[in-house]
T-cell receptor, first 114, second 113 residues
Framework: SQTIHQWPATLVQPVGSPLSLECTVE??????LYWYRQAAGRGLQLLFY??????ISSEVPQNLSASRPQDRQFILSSKKLLLSDSGFYLC?????????????FGEGSRLTVL | AQSVTQPDIHITVSEGASLELRCNYS??????LFWYVQSPGQGLQLLLK??????LVQGIKGFEAEFKRSQSSFNLRKPSVHWSDAAEYFC???????????FGSGTQLTVLP
């Protein structure tokens, strides 16, 4: 069966420090991968999605970047964090072979920038 | 662009009472529609989805939703709420060329004993 893992689960970082959140999917090949951010009271905002290795699309201009160095690995990064980067970050995947649109989510990474 | 609206930010019901969470969509054709649930501090889990056919869709945990084209709605229902149903609920619709899901702003459900 397919599983998705995110880490770290919780992170407290000072303003200006770098960030790296990692997401790994197991049990499937060539998934679409997504990073969402959930800020308090603001629902889910799609940040990045990837349809293949090295292919990243950004939905909103921001202080963050994403990379997909391997088929089932998706990394969210920042060189210098801002206070506004605080939030709950969710990685998700779906199958490129189906048309269901159903997303499978990781457990999330809570980032607090102080 | 396709979008969904959840007009209720927060709903409180008593355990055992019936529940209806509202979702309105904006879409030219018949959309695919989804309901997800998020327990505190967790990721999202799919409750149910509508693609076509029968407009009443059954999901997990005793939930159902009805697609009503005339009202552009896809409301989530449960006849008898359990305390474990307390969570945040999101309606979603695919949008964009890569079929990314666009989520509503969510409805927080509180269940009173």
């Amino acid at each position: 069966s397919q599983t998705i893992h995110q880490w770290p689960a919780t992170l407290v970082q000072p303003v200006g420090s770098p960030l790296s959140l990692e997401c790994t999917v197991e049990g499937t090949s060539n998934p679409n991968l997504y990073w969402y951010r959930q800020a308090a009271g603001r629902g889910l905002q799609l940040l990045f999605y990837s349809v293949g290795i090295g292919q990243i699309s950004s939905e909103v201009p921001q202080n963050l970047s994403a990379s997909r160095p391997q088929d089932r690995q998706f990394i969210l990064s920042s060189k210098k964090l801002l206070l506004s980067d605080s939030g709950f970050y969710l990685c998700a995947w779906d199958s490129t072979s189906g048309l269901t649109g159903e997303l499978f989510f990781g457990e999330g990474s809570r980032l607090t920038v102080l | 662009a396709q979008s969904v609206t959840q007009p209720d930010i927060h709903i409180t019901v008593s355990e055992g009472a019936s529940l209806e969470l509202r979702c309105n969509y904006s879409y030219g054709a018949t959309p695919y529609l989804f309901w997800y649930v998020q327990s505190p501090g967790q990721g999202l889990q799919l409750l149910l989805k509508y693609f076509s056919g029968d407009t009443l869709v059954q999901g997990i945990k005793g939930f159902e939703a009805e697609f009503k084209r005339s009202q552009s709605s896809f409301n989530l229902r449960k006849p008898s709420v359990h305390w474990s149903d307390a969570a945040e609920y999101f309606c979603a619709v695919p949008s964009g060329s890569a079929r990314q899901l666009t989520f509503g702003s969510g409805t927080q459900l509180t269940v009173l004993p």
